[in-house]
């Protein structure tokens, strides 16, 4: 399994950003797939998941109402969509991928989470 991750960037408080996740090796609805991020001195911390072939989404309560995670099965991929983005949501973004067929469950755990992008880096600034 690989996962490609893509756009992120610098943008100003209040702005949108749109992450991609590209997965390739094996069968994409198989798979949960999650979004974690990390800043400097901090854990890893989820953010937002999607379950395998139900698409069940969970998200973290600091960034609810903001962030959107969304499946594409047909294109192998994961988008987290994020709007008004705050300075504390600046952090290298990680998708993260685990085997979890025919199932509504999603660990909200990075130790639960086999697979792992590259990471892109978001910087916000007012």
């Known amino acids: 399994v690989q996962l490609l991750t893509s756009g992120g960037g610098l943008v100003h408080t209040g702005e949108s950003l749109r992450l991609s996740c590209t997965f390739s090796?094996?069968?994409?609805?198989?798979?949960?797939i999650a979004w974690f991020r990390q800043a400097p001195g901090n854990e890893r911390s989820f953010v937002a998941g999607?379950?395998?072939?139900?698409?069940?989404?969970t998200y973290a309560t600091s960034i609810k109402d903001r962030f959107t995670i969304s499946r594409d099965n047909a294109e192998s991929s994961v988008y987290l969509q994020m709007n008004t983005l705050k300075f504390e949501d600046a952090a290298v973004y990680y998708c993260?991928?685990?085997?979890?067929?025919?199932?509504?469950?999603?660990?909200?755990?990075?130790?639960?989470?086999?697979?792992w992008g590259q990471g892109t880096q978001v910087t916000v600034s007012s």
């Open positions: 993260a991928a685990e085997y979890r067929p025919f199932t509504n469950a999603l660990s909200t755990r990075p130790e639960d989470y086999t697979y």
């Open positions: 090796g094996r069968a994409f609805s198989d798979y949960a």
């Open positions: 999607s379950s395998s072939r139900t698409a069940n989404t």
